[in-house]
């Protein structure tokens, strides 16, 4: 079960200097909600912090929740940006969802947000 309020942050130990964090989970997975079938891919999060920064192990917790969770890998980045996004508030980040062939056809998923 996916529960954003698992995730936990931290404060930016560097609030002054604009600087980028990469995340790459690769090993993320999901269920295809038409067939039942497992979906693997990698998760790549790259985000320039304001005054949060996300804390790793709730932050794979987090997506260990999709594990069982039947969704489309489109449904799944913008879910994933949505409730990342909501409890850093970053100045910029970026979500990349790269998910392994299924029937000899590979999907990326792309998503950007942009802080105030």
Do not use: W
């Not at 993320?28 to 996300?54: A, L, M, W």
């Not at 929740?65 to 969704?71: A, Q, V």
């Not at 489109?74 to 994933?80: D, L, M, S």
């Amino acid at each position: 079960m996916v529960d954003k309020n698992i995730l936990e942050t931290f404060e930016n130990p560097c609030p002054k200097r604009d600087y980028e964090v990469l995340i790459v989970q690769p090993e993320f997975t999901s269920v295809c909600p038409k067939t039942g079938h497992p979906d693997f891919g990698t998760i790549e999060i790259r985000y320039h912090p304001k005054e949060k920064c996300v804390e790793l192990k709730s932050l794979k917790i987090y997506l260990q929740g999709y594990r069982n969770e039947g969704i489309f890998y489109e449904r799944a980045v913008n879910r994933i940006m949505d409730d990342i996004s909501s409890v850093v508030e970053p100045k910029f980040m970026e979500i990349i969802g790269r998910f392994t062939a299924r029937g000899g056809i590979t999907t990326s998923v792309k998503v950007q947000y942009q802080g105030e």
